[in-house]
């Protein structure tokens, strides 16, 4: 007899264990339909449910709606919130961006003489006058060059003629007065004559 009591507990706690070890299924709405048709009882081809089973589905149905529908509700929210965040994003990136393009256009344009030109443009006109003005200045020293040459060569030949003149001045007065002293003498001779 013992040893039927000692049996009979064991035998009891290991279901006791088993049914605590088996694991538990997820609150799913098919699982739930699964216990209650478990539950139910049969009648010739039909399931019979007791009633306080199927009102305690049914709640939990609908609660189970309820909230997929306050979750679709405020995920519904966020992305409209999102879709207006994005929507002013999309508008600030469209102005930054016609910023960006002014910008961009007014650094590669400068202002000359009040004329807006790009630097490329402005780079060649200052270039070329750079260029203008330095063939200019070459032009100039070349003139300036040349002339200087020729007014030497002008000083020089009227130096030379200066002073051939002053020797022909000089021989002119030698011969004038040679000239004078010998008429002089003719006028003396003359005059010793008579």
């Not at 139910?40 to 009102?55: A, C, D, F, H, T």
């Not at 400068?110 to 004329?115: C, E, L, Q, T």
């Given at each position: 007899m013992k040893f039927f009591k000692i049996a009979f507990i064991f035998i009891f706690t290991q279901s006791i264990i088993a049914q605590e070890n088996l694991p538990e299924q997820p609150n799913t709405v098919e699982n739930q339909f699964n216990e209650l048709?478990?539950?139910?009882?049969?009648?010739?081809?039909?399931?019979?449910?007791?009633?306080?089973?199927?009102?305690?589905?049914?709640?939990?149905?609908?609660?189970?709606?309820?909230?997929?529908?306050?979750?679709?509700?405020?995920?519904q929210v966020k992305i409209n919130e999102q879709q207006k965040s994005i929507t002013e994003l999309q508008t600030k990136?469209?102005?930054?961006?016609?910023?960006?393009?002014?910008?961009?256009?007014?650094?590669?344009?400068?202002?000359?003489?009040?004329?807006?030109?790009?630097?490329?443009?402005?780079?060649?006109?200052?270039?070329?006058?750079?260029?203008?003005?330095?063939?200019g200045l070459a032009f100039f020293i070349y003139r300036f060059?040349?002339?200087?040459?020729?007014?030497?060569?002008?000083?020089?030949?009227?130096?030379?003629t200066e002073e051939e003149f002053e020797q022909y001045k000089r021989k002119s007065i030698e011969k004038?007065?040679?000239?004078?002293?010998q008429l002089q003498d003719e006028i003396n001779k003359q005059r010793g004559v008579n």
């Open positions: 048709y478990k539950k139910s009882n049969n009648y010739q081809v039909y399931k019979v449910i007791k009633k306080n089973e199927y009102l305690r589905l049914q709640k939990s149905i609908l609660d189970s709606i309820k909230v997929i529908k306050t979750d679709a509700a405020s995920k990136i469209d102005a930054l961006n016609s910023d960006l393009t002014t910008s961009i256009g007014k650094e590669d344009a400068i202002s000359f003489i009040g004329i807006p030109l790009n630097k490329a443009t402005y780079n060649t006109i200052v270039w070329g006058i750079i260029f203008a003005l330095l063939a060059n040349n002339s200087n040459v020729v007014t030497k060569e002008t000083k020089s030949l009227l130096a030379d004038e007065q040679k000239l004078r002293r």
